[in-house]
């Protein structure tokens, strides 16, 4: 297991529990000066909730073609990562409470060293595969009303995670969360957040990720097709020609 899968709190070893703490859900409405459709804003559930293969019941996307689907069935964020940021955003403190940043589960006791491509995990009464982290886009800023923001989201590596839902079932505050499996113990969620992040990926990185069990569909073609243009350019490079690029995520 790589540095990265280790912290301060745990390995996150199958059989480790943590919570969910709050469960949000939200509606397609008009955010931002312009009236942008979205979802992103969402509300507390009033009480147990279904989570079906494409989201929890009562949860919608404005634009399917970059948000939802299978692969991003359910978002979930770290309670814990609040007040790191009330630390260093108080301005805006009215919104950094759970679901603030558009999460369906708001969770204790997990993080994104210590969580991995693939694990999977008994939330309530459904099954839940992590799939990719987070990447934030300009309807975070329109939340906020902080253009700055998705910058700063990305490099703190506070990103949170999608899942998809291996097996339907109800969620509730106050549910465990128990990971169940394992099959990626060196792909925590912090280590492709960074590939992603600083589009540092190498090779090696690249031939892991398009094998990677459960990863995101998406980014299984990204690595697939890196790895295949790789190919090509090593076949027309000279024998005698430097190595492969170290920039493979573009």
Known sequence: MTADAI???????????????????????????????????????????????????????????????????????????????????????????PGGFGENLTTLGFHEAAVCIGDVFRAGSALLQITQPRQPCFKLALRFGDTQLPRAFLRSGRSGWYARVLEEGIVASHDRMLLLERRNPTWPVSRLARLITHRLATPDDMVELAELPGVASDWRQVAITAVEQAGVQDRQRPSAGGPASSSFIS
């Not at 634009?63 to 009330?86: M, N, S």
Request: net charge negative.
């Open 7 to 97: 912290s301060s709190r745990g390995e996150g070893r199958p059989g480790e529990a943590g919570w969910i703490i709050s469960v949000q859900a939200g509606r397609v409405a008009p955010l931002g000066p312009d009236g942008v459709p979205s979802a992103f804003a969402k509300s507390p559930a009033g009480g147990p909730v279904a989570v079906g293969r494409l989201g929890l019941a009562g949860d919608a996307q404005a634009d399917l073609t970059v948000h939802g689907g299978p692969d991003k069935a359910v978002y979930l964020y770290p309670a814990e990562h609040y007040a790191a940021w009330y630390h260093e955003l108080p301005r805006h403190a009215a919104l950094l409470v």
